[in-house]
């Protein structure tokens, strides 16, 4: 089965790329998951879209993610949310309020997809949070969470 992929799957792809799978990783996994879409014609003309909107938020080179990576490791992010009284938050953090505060932070733009959380953010504390930038590159910074007053 043919198909073109609209976000980055590991070890098929980068959006805009069309690749062959077996019929049932397509039609089961990546068509409902909306990590692809079936190739035809008309799709073929949707890829210079999918293309032109990764390659904004896209690191452009290595040198380039060395960059975003050294301003990312000087950076602490402290990111504020309603918890209880013993520390416990009223559900978790997730990759798109971590983006967020790293940019009120001062921090570049991220794509959310990259973000590697050290599993289910669920109470106060310091957490490391990994970023790859780059396939040769990965920052690490710190995310302080505390309770909202």
Do not use: C
């Not at 799709?43 to 301003?71: C, F």
């Amino acid at each position: 089965m043919k198909i073109i992929l609209t976000q980055e799957v590991t070890g098929l792809g980068t959006p805009g790329d069309i690749v062959e799978v077996k019929d049932g990783y397509g039609r089961n996994y990546l068509l409902p998951q909306g990590y692809a879409i079936p190739w035809s014609k008309g799709g073929e003309k949707q890829i210079v879209t999918i293309r032109r909107a990764r390659s904004a938020r896209e690191i452009r080179d290595l040198g380039h993610a060395n960059e975003v990576k050294a301003q990312l490791e000087g950076l602490t992010v402290k990111l504020s949310v309603r918890a209880g009284k013993e520390g416990r938050l009223y559900g978790s953090v997730t990759s798109a309020e971590v983006v967020e505060a790293v940019q009120k932070a001062g921090g570049p733009q991220l794509d959310r997809r990259r973000l590697e959380l050290p599993g289910h953010v669920k109470s106060v504390g310091d957490y490391k949070v990994q970023i790859k930038l780059h396939p040769e590159v990965a920052a690490v910074f710190t995310l302080k969470v505390t309770a909202a007053k």
